[in-house]
Structure formats: structure tokens, C-alpha cells
């Protein structure tokens, strides 16, 4: 079974300073890794996705993940957080089953908080 | 348009109640799904339709049913909700992945859903 597993329950910085947001995966086969984020009373809101290819992901809002097969960790990352990037973010990873061919199913992790403090 | 847009955003209900939330999306996408999301956890997956019909139920209790009458609609029908069924349903959307292909799913705002 896929899974993911995001090893902090918040994550607090220093606006201005760089921000790494944790998370490890377990599949069998090659990854599909999203990450969301979700602010409060909202939905998610799509960020970046590996699928293949380039190990660094540039995605939304300046935000940008590594892929590392070795460690399987999708660390997500940004040079120089802002206040406003306060918010829950989930690491996904598409559920590869044989009866979810063809849909986008996921199995998210717990979620981490950022605390992005002035 | 990458939107999803669900009604209501909130909704307070009794457990006798019949109610019902609904889902739109404009992207062309056949694949439509419903997530659960109780405070403080992350979403699970509940149902996945495609092309309009349902393709996954992740063993949903039956007092929650969905339905996809067109290829831009879901509802989910509630009927007979228990208190600890409050959560935020989440609608989601893709495109049906093709071989070699994926897409990422685009979530709408979410139904705060209570019930007493």
C-alpha cells in the first residue's frame, strides 16, 4: 500500500527565512507525489507534483519540492517564507492500486502546520 | 477556469434530516471524487465516479449516497447522519489519468458539514 508520512505536527519560521515541510514516502513502483495546502475552513489547494524527471519541482507561490529516491523523502521547500504562507500542508501520494487505475486517489499524511511568525 | 465550486459552504442538520451537497466543475474532467475530512485529519476518499458512473466506495455507510447526474455535477445525498459524520466534504476533480499521462486533482472549498 501507498503511504506517506509527514514526521512534524508544525513547523515554525521566521518570515524571511527559508522553510523545509517534511515528508517521507512508502510505495511499490515509482511515486506520485503531491503536495497541498489548506487554509483555514478551506479546501486544498494544489502546490506542485512529481512524477518524473527533474528531482527539484518548482511549483505555486514560489514553493518547490526535492525528490530524493535514496532517502524516499519530497521535502517541500522555500528560500524565504511570508506570513501568509501560514497554513496546513499535506504531502499526497497517488494511490497506485490496481482497482484505481486511471483515477486520481490519494493517500494523504497527517499534515503539517506552518508558523510563519513576523 | 481550474474551479471547483461547492454548495453550501456550511450546512447544520439533524440526524432525521435530508439533506444534500453538491459539487460543479467546468474543466472537462470525467473523474469526480468525495472526501472526508474530520478536524484536524487529513481527507480519506469516500467515492470516485467516472464518466458519470460510480467506479470506487470506499465502504461509505449507506445513509451517504452520491450521485452524478452529468459530467459537471456530483451531489452527495445525506439522510439519516449520525453526529460524528460532521466534517468538511471536500469535492475533488481530474482528469482520467492516461497511460504514461497524470494530472492533479483540483479541490473545491470544501462543505462544512454539522450535525445535531
Known amino acids: 500500500a501507498q503511504s506517506v508520512a509527514q514526521p512534524e505536527d508544525q513547523v515554525n519560521v521566521a518570515e524571511g527565512n527559508p522553510l523545509t515541510v517534511k515528508c517521507t514516502y512508502s510505495?511499490?513502483?515509482?511515486?506520485?507525489l503531491f503536495w497541498y495546502v489548506q487554509y483555514p475552513n478551506r479546501g486544498l489547494q494544489f502546490l506542485l507534483k512529481?512524477?518524473?524527471?527533474?528531482?527539484l519541482v518548482k511549483g505555486s507561490y514560489g514553493f518547490e519540492a526535492e525528490f530524493n529516491k535514496s532517502q524516499t523523502s519530497f521535502h517541500l521547500k522555500k528560500p524565504s517564507a511570508l506570513v501568509s504562507d501560514s497554513a496546513l500542508y499535506f504531502c499526497?501520494?497517488?494511490?497506485?492500486?490496481?482497482?484505481?487505475?486511471?483515477?486520481?486517489?490519494?493517500?494523504f499524511g497527517t499534515g503539517t502546520r506552518l508558523l510563519v511568525s513576523p | 477556469d481550474t474551479e471547483v465550486t461547492q454548495t453550501p459552504k456550511h450546512l447544520v442538520m439533524g440526524m432525521t434530516n435530508k439533506k444534500s451537497l453538491k459539487c460543479e466543475q467546468h474543466?472537462?474532467?470525467?473523474?469526480m471524487y468525495w472526501y472526508k475530512q474530520k478536524a484536524k485529519k487529513p481527507p480519506e476518499l469516500m467515492f470516485v465516479?467516472?464518466?458519470?458512473?460510480?467506479?470506487i466506495n470506499e465502504s461509505v455507510p449507506s445513509r451517504f449516497s452520491p450521485e452524478c447526474p452529468n459530467s459537471s455535477l456530483l451531489n452527495l445525498h445525506l439522510h439519516a447522519l449520525q453526529p460524528e459524520d460532521s466534517a468538511l466534504y471536500l469535492c475533488?476533480?481530474?482528469?482520467?489519468?492516461?497511460?504514461?499521462?497524470?494530472?492533479?486533482?483540483?479541490f473545491g472549498q470544501g462543505t462544512r458539514l454539522t450535525v445535531v
Open positions: 475533488a476533480s481530474s482528469h482520467k489519468i492516461r497511460q504514461g499521462k497524470n494530472t492533479e486533482a483540483f
Open positions: 510505495v511499490s513502483g515509482n511515486p506520485y
Open positions: 512529481y512524477i518524473t524527471g527533474d528531482n
Open positions: 499526497a501520494v497517488r494511490d497506485m492500486g490496481k482497482a484505481n487505475t486511471g483515477f486520481q486517489k490519494l493517500v
Open positions: 474543466m472537462g474532467h470525467r473523474a
Open positions: 465516479y467516472s464518466y458519470e458512473k460510480l467506479s
